[in-house]
Nanobody, 128 residues
Framework: QLQLVESGGGLVQPGGSLRLSCAAVGVSLNYFAIGWFRQAPGKEREGISCLSSDDSSTKYGDSVKGRFTISRDNAKGTVYLQMNNLKPEDTGTYYC?????????????????????WGQGTQVTVSS
């Protein structure tokens, strides 16, 4: 089981930007399928940005298309979520999830059930 650690959350004004990071303790995230999920109070966890294990495919939720970008730094074995033009409705706890490339190939992308490894989450609050 991977130990995933998210960082980079915080309080930001509408229109601002944040960059979230996801790393695994003692392990590189290269070649893992990665998903960023968001959960707002009282709402289900939703997939917002996902990356295939070979970096060839990405998937974004409709609410974040054109504003969020998922990327991987292979040298650092870390995955990032760049969030621009943040809106109050982006507020929530953001989770990083990972799945091995072998397992991920058999599962739909960007659904919570497709990932077996989860971080503890980082809070993002967008408010003036």
């Amino acid at each position: 089981q991977l130990q995933l650690v998210e960082s980079g959350g915080g309080l930001v004004q509408p229109g601002g930007s944040l960059r979230l990071s996801c790393a695994a303790v003692g392990v590189s995230l290269n070649y893992f399928a990665i998903g960023w999920f968001r959960q707002a109070p009282g709402k289900e966890r939703e997939g917002i940005s996902c990356l295939s294990s070979d970096d060839s495919s990405t998937k974004y939720g409709d609410s974040v298309k054109g504003r969020f970008t998922i990327s991987r730094d292979n040298a650092k074995g870390t995955v990032y979520l760049q969030m621009n033009n943040l809106k109050p409705e982006d507020t929530g706890t953001y989770y990083c999830a990972a799945e091995t490339r072998f397992s991920a190939a058999l599962k739909p992308m960007c659904l919570p059930l497709s990932y077996n490894n989860w971080g503890q989450g980082t809070q993002v609050t967008v408010s003036s």
